[in-house]
């Protein structure tokens, strides 16, 4: 698939639309921005291309245009042909962008991935009201004396974009990240449950602030949050499917185990959430990697009919 570069980004970041969604933008069908970290950092190699792929299907299937989000060449690719994903898929240097390291990544032509923090920008700055990943990030456990906060947080609360994640990641503090959301004006939206998923688990034990179960009713608030003007972005926590689930009971105890061994070996900054996702994964024997999948997969097809609705809604 070619792809062609977009007319206004001199007056902007060095935007490249792939053909697919360029078409998609010309026609004024619904997109769906995507991560790339999932790709380079989340899972191995081939199995992040093949989720990669079944991502981007699940997004067609409900009528929507995908737009994977990565920095190659000194371009901030929107959205991927299948040369260039599996280019993607298969590097082992690529650089791991949140908004700190993003345009460092374009001006020295690196390969990056981007994080929800890096998507967010680069799909706000594509015209992309609606964002899927698999779990924000947040404030982490210890915070109080590491300072250690997602940068998620700030991007949800500065940038326009509805944010589709099966809630935080169970690894942090989440109570802690409800309430950093909540004083940053985020409204937190849970879809089809009263409680804030836990990422691998659907209920954290945490009630949920909203809920919506709607993709119409999600359409209007974000309608309404622009005609307010001035406002971040909205996060729609949607629980990873019932039968793809690990409990929270279980899960907390692997989560410990992990946090305690990236304690011991000194793991800092943002080593961290990788490293005790590989340790989850290890001590789960695969079964956190095929909940993610889902959930990821989950979380494409509501963004997709989220993005469709925002449009009828238009």
């Given at each position: ?43 191995p190699w081939p199995k992040n291309a093949e989720t990669a792929r079944m991502v981007e299907a699940d997004i067609r299937a409900e009528g929507a245009v995908p ?175 019932e039968a793809d689930e690990i409990p929270a009971d279980e899960m907390a105890a692997v989560i410990d185990k992990a946090v305690q061994m990236a304690a011991r ?50």
């Amino acid at each position: 698939m070619s792809q062609t570069t977009d007319r206004n980004a001199l007056a902007g970041p060095p935007l490249l639309f792939s053909e697919e969604v360029a078409d998609a933008r010309a026609q004024g069908r619904p997109l769906v921005a995507l991560e790339s970290t999932i790709i380079t950092h989340g899972m191995p190699w081939p199995k992040n291309a093949e989720t990669a792929r079944m991502v981007e299907a699940d997004i067609r299937a409900e009528g929507a245009v995908p737009a994977t989000v990565a920095a190659l060449d000194g371009k901030l690719h929107i959205g991927l042909s299948e040369g260039t994903l599996e280019r993607l898929a298969e590097a082992t240097d690529a650089m791991k962008c949140s908004r700190a390291d993003l345009a460092i990544a374009l001006a020295t032509g690196r390969t990056g991935s981007t994080t929800v923090a890096a998507t967010m920008m680069a799909a706000h700055a594509a015209g992309i009201a609606v964002f899927a990943t698999g779990g924000i990030g947040g404030v982490h456990r210890g915070a109080e004396a590491s300072f250690d906060v997602s940068a998620d947080l700030d991007e949800l609360a500065r940038t326009p974009v509805c944010v589709v994640a099966a809630g935080a990641k169970a690894l942090l503090d989440l109570p802690k990240t409800l309430e950093v959301l909540e004083t940053r004006g985020v409204p937190v939206i849970a879809h089809g449950t009263d409680a804030f998923p836990a990422f691998w688990s659907r209920d954290s034990g945490l009630p949920a602030p909203f809920r919506m179960d709607e993709p119409h009713a999600i359409a209007r608030l974000l309608h309404m949050r622009r005609a307010l003007g001035g406002h971040g972005g909205v996060l729609i926590a949607n629980p990873v499917p019932e039968a793809d689930e690990i409990p929270a009971d279980e899960m907390a105890a692997v989560i410990d185990k992990a946090v305690q061994m990236a304690a011991r070996r000194g793991i800092a900054g943002k080593q961290v959430t990788p490293f005790i996702l590989s340790a989850i994964y290890e001590l789960t024997q695969g079964r956190s990697l095929a909940t993610n999948i889902a959930l990821v997969r989950n979380n494409a097809r509501l963004a997709a009919r989220i993005a469709a609705a925002d449009l009828a809604t238009g």
